[in-house]
């Protein structure tokens, strides 16, 4: 399971996983207490409690460190520490999708920061479903659903909650750009069809997530 905490990415593996990734910090002691604060690099920690992963969870979405770089856990029981965790956030799915045209791809510039349209679920709403609207609202471009990319998951607070977010990515051909805006009410200040190469400038001013969707989304075969 990978999450992305302030752009911070976390990866939960069986604690039998072998690596050949060099630590910076490794945390392997009986001891609890993560002090994220003392944190840098690349980071393994081993053999912590459910509540201790957790409470590094709250507190890396609390505030961001800028010296991690990303975090491995390594658990007894991956699909048993997931629903831990799943179980102290309050869930919210999203769909989004990654729109191609020419050759380009469609980005948003959303509070300074490029990104790819993606909105919460209405309540009973499939996430294909979701997807399409949430792109067609956002940038006013109208879509045809292709195959799903992948899916995502972060954390963030909202109203003193923590919540997880999973965002499920489709790819989506354009039908229809003659309206194309940008959503002032989502705080969208920009609606671009860019290169591969504008794409991997954007990026450097994006969030790691959506390296990450691109990335899967260039995996596919399907982009110039």
């Given at each position: ?154 954390t963030y607070i909202r109203n003193k909650k923590y919540v997880l977010k999973k965002t499920n ?56």
């Amino acid at each position: 399971m990978k999450i992305y905490i302030n752009d911070i990415l976390v990866r939960i593996r069986d604690r039998a996983h072998q690596s050949k990734k060099k630590f910076d910090v490794i945390l392997d002691s009986d001891v609890d207490d993560i002090q994220a604060i003392k944190l840098k690099g690349r980071v393994l920690i081993k053999e912590k409690s459910h509540e201790a992963i957790n409470k590094l969870f709250m507190i890396m979405t609390d505030k961001k460190y800028n010296k991690i770089k990303q975090i491995e856990i390594r658990v007894k029981n991956k699909v048993k520490t997931r629903e831990y965790l799943k179980s102290k956030f309050n869930i919210i799915e999203a769909s989004g999708g990654v729109v191609e045209k020419d050759n380009k791809i469609l980005m948003i510039l959303r509070n300074d920061l490029w990104d790819i349209p993606k909105g919460k679920l209405e309540k009973g709403e499939k996430r294909a479903e979701g997807g399409l609207r949430e792109v067609e609202e956002e940038t006013g471009v109208k879509v045809q659903l292709e195959e799903k990319i992948c899916s995502t998951w972060h954390t963030y607070i909202r109203n003193k909650k923590y919540v997880l977010k999973k965002t499920n990515w489709y790819r989506m051909t354009c039908i229809d750009d003659s309206q194309m805006k940008p959503q002032k009410e989502e705080n969208i200040q920009k609606v671009v069809w860019m290169t591969a190469s504008e794409v991997d400038v954007a990026l450097l001013h994006s969030f790691k997530t959506i390296e990450r969707v691109i990335d899967k989304y260039r995996k596919l075969g399907v982009e110039a």
